[in-house]
């Protein structure tokens, strides 16, 4: 098992593609911070490219979202020059360090897992 597949599984969309596969997208934990990310890489994987890419992509992101747990609040997360900053997403019943922890190890930030942490906490000190 690789750590994608070792890491919970919050949502499965089942997908009828235009070419005529059925295909099922997963989100696993850390990947439902940035829905559109993961759904674009998903399908560019399967063999979507250009305007294809897109309009799938346009399809599924609505379905996603709404298929995951309640969302409580985004707490902002710079990550750096010449690269798309992310924002955390905190659900309703989630569990502030393993979420953190979990988008740290997804991002390649273990480095800053502690100043997230606080900093999710604080979104909740107000």
Sequence with gaps: MNARESRRLMVTIPVDCPDGRSLSLEIRDGEQHDVERSVKFFF???GFVDGMLDRMVEAVVPAVRQRLPKLITW???DMGKNK????IRISQGDDLTVVVRVFCQVYGLEHAFQQLLRNVHGRFAR
């Excluded at 798309?84 to 924002?87: A, D, G, I």
């Design 84 to 87: 798309k900053n992310v924002q």
């Design 44 to 46: 560019s994987a399967m």
């Design 75 to 77: 707490v902002p997360v």
